[in-house]
């Protein structure tokens, strides 16, 4: 699980660089200390750089997820940060409000300082009607799987029959989760996965018994092999369940004190028998257009997740499809 400051900090990085796309933001930056003759260095959170040397332009962002506001004596040390490293300006986001002895500093600094908050908001209030939101948890299963067939088509003859035996005994060993499969190499699948792709994502399936062919046709089929890739045509059956599971999901607006609201994030979470799952979508709003240029998810091992846009509908659809956890071939 990502601890919640470093996901937050992960979130602002990514807010940060939906409102500025031709900056260079980063997470988790080791500055120099200008002023230090043994080298000193600080850490910022994240920083943003805009411009090119000798024009550049450094703002770092401190983010602090506790369930208290900022205090004066932790603002004062943010900025004291901002002379050290040289930056020109300095974002602080909270979850939040500011007390007021921070933003009078915050305001005589001009435009170094900024102060944002992210901050929940009721139903009522939420702006976001450009598309329906329907966030949907399908947990696929595939308890049974087996091969039914299998060829290497280029290992065929006596020259071959080394590789080909070394091959088989790796097949025979391979369990459903193994990254051993491909369409492209060097990009790299396991067999559940595959598995999954054919199970349909629009209703609950009950058990269900189907059989792919792959390799027989284009697109080529690949195994890897000790480190070799081999042409396989491979016939799997294998059983799936399906449950889709309709999930709640809340909205946080990104508030800069005295310009408003700068972005949004819908965020969704689901416990799901494999763990939690959490996404956060920052949404931009640029003139008449809304703007999505990135998604943070967390998941468990061995969980795969898929980002649907639905045409026509105009509804929003995230999937998360969880692989069995186990399982031989």
Known sequence: MVNKGIFLEQLVRLIEQSIAPDAVVEQNVVLPVLSSNSGAKAQCDVVIRTGRSPRETITIVEVQDRQSPVDINTFRGWQEKLKDVGAQHLYCVSRHPFPESIREKAALSGNTVKLITLTKLDADAIPLNF???????????????????FRFPSLQGDNHKEKRERAIRELAELKTNDLKFSFCPPQLLALSTICINQVSAEADLSPEMKSIHLGFDRPFFFFLSTGEWMLIQLEVEFTSVSKLTKIPHSILSYDQLEDGTLAWVVECFYQSQWGPVWTKMPVIRSGDEWI????????????????????GTRQKIERWKAVSKDGSL
Do not use: C, T, W
């Open 131 to 149: 598309f329906e939101r329907l966030f949907l948890y399908q947990d696929v299963d595939i308890p049974y799987a087996r091969k039914k067939s």
């Open 292 to 311: 999505i240029s990135g998604m943070l998810v967390n998941i468990p091992e061995n969980m795969q997740f898929n980002f649907h846009l639905e045409k």
